[in-house]
């Protein structure tokens, strides 16, 4: 089945930015979108997402240049060719752009075709998009990562730390799940409304928090919680980004909203400190991506028993995991598709990171569509965790949707293994 055309223009994401549509056309008229989402708190090994830069152009945030570089140059690469072929297709654009980090055509550019390419190859098979990627092996519903409260970069710096989670490990079922951080989410915002807490909705659908200082949200999870009819730490566990990256300097972590300074040594007893005082589960980016040396420390110290997750530390990057592996920094890595920019690359990652018996965490990003690629992903490639934001505002709940009618699809061989899933990192 040979692609017959591809086409791309500039849609809208749930910030309101301009991002890329691609549309891959077959040649039974079959046709298929993938639509790029974008990150605010970007790690600097990401892949270049090819914004135009002019500021008289949606103050420079326009997507044109990547639009022509789909019209232009990868169009005519992979017209003609079978779109069943995606690992070749994908190293095709790869070679085309010739850089390290997809800076020439663009990692938005690439990662669109490719996952237009995805979605109309499984169209043509008549399949799903989950059994198509997952050779029909995928049938792991995934535990949900959910946001309670944003911080940080999406949400002008409320708070230092970007986001206060919950995971619901308690839970037997997905449906479960959904119900529990339903409960949670909106217990939480009423306790915050009530305390004068709340400002509003973060770039994630969390609420925007007002607190003096970082700790003190803990409160309101843990109350939140427990006013919800659950245990802390038994029903449901505390998850965090730190998104550090965003708070070194090279030499010092900083929390502006608390005006404090840490040494490496002194941030590292704050994260382990925390880590023990509450029923925190999993912690991702708890240090920057390139402090490797505390990453090392709180694995060893903490690894058997909190999920540490790699998101800027790995950026989906291949290498970047491997050498992670081999000095035991982590886990666990964030998977997203636009950090690396295709989505055989993204597979490629989800598996090395199985492969070293780590868990991945397939995730959104701040900037989001409608677009639920990602639900099927993480059911196809069996990695049993996704992280979507919170629990509110349609470019979120379209995935968390996804997989009720993934897991309806799937009738009797869908699996949710739920916080059993731990096993695999834990001793
Ligand atoms: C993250 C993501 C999603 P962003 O840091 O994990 O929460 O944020 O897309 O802004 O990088
Ligand atoms: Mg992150």
Redesign the pocket.
């Known amino acids: 089945m040979k692609i017959s055309n591809i086409d791309a223009y500039q849609i809208y994401d749930s910030r309101g930015f301009p991002t890329l549509e691609v549309e891959v056309e077959l040649e039974n008229g079959v046709s298929a979108c993938g639509l790029v989402?974008?990150?605010?708190?970007?790690?600097q090994f990401e892949a270049l997402e090819l914004r135009d830069g002019d500021k008289t152009k949606f103050r420079g945030k326009s997507v044109y240049k990547a639009i022509t570089n789909v019209k232009e140059e990868i169009a005519p690469a992979l017209i003609g060719k079978s779109v069943f072929d995606q690992q070749k297709n994908d190293l095709l654009m790869i070679e085309l752009d010739g850089t390290e980090n997809k800076s020439r055509l663009g990692a938005n550019a690439i990662l669109g075709v490719s996952m237009a390419m995805a979605k109309a190859a499984a169209a043509a098979r008549g399949e799903a998009l989950f059994e198509y990627l997952g050779k029909g092996e995928g049938n792991l519903i995934p535990l949900n990562e959910i946001?309670i409260l944003g911080g940080g970069?999406?949400a002008g710096w409320a708070t230092d730390i970007?986001?206060y989670l919950v995971i619901a490990v308690g839970a037997k079922t997905y449906e479960e799940t959904l119900e529990m951080t339903h409960n949670i989410y909106h217990t939480a915002g009423e306790l915050m409304k009530k305390l004068g807490k709340c400002v509003g909705i973060a770039?994630?659908g969390g609420w925007w928090p007002d607190y003096k200082d970082n700790e003190e949200p803990f409160e309101v999870l843990m109350e939140a919680i427990k006013l919800a009819g659950y245990e802390p730490g038994k029903d449901v566990a505390i998850s965090l980004?730190i998104?550090a990256s965003d708070l070194y300097d090279g030499e010092h972590y900083r929390f502006k909203l608390d005006n404090k300074v840490f040494t490496r040594d002194e941030f590292y007893d704050l994260m382990s400190a925390w880590c023990k005082k509450y029923p925190i589960i999993s912690i991702?980016?708890p240090f920057a991506d390139t402090d490797f040396e505390n990453w090392k420390r709180l694995q060893a110290e903490l690894g058997h028993k909190v999920q540490i997750i790699g998101?800027?530390l790995f950026t989906t990057n291949i290498k970047r995991i491997e050498q992670g592996i081999d000095q035991g920094l982590a886990n666990s890595v964030?998977i997203?598709l636009n950090q690396i920019g295709s989505v055989s690359e993204t597979i490629d990652a989800i598996r090395l990171t199985q492969k070293a018996g780590w868990l991945p965490v397939v995730?959104?990003?701040?900037?989001e569509t409608e677009d639920a690629f990602i639900s099927h992903l993480a059911v196809a490639t069996n990695a049993g965790q996704l992280?979507v934001?919170s629990f509110a505002r349609s470019e979120r709940q379209v995935k968390w949707n996804e997989n009720l009618r993934i897991q309806r699809k799937l009738g009797d061989k869908a699996r949710f293994v739920g916080a059993a899933l731990y096993k695999t990192i834990f001793s």
């Open positions: 989402p974008s990150g605010a708190s970007t790690g946001q970069a999406h970007q986001d770039d994630e980004d998104a991702e980016d998101d800027d964030l997203k995730s959104a990003r701040s900037g992280k934001g």
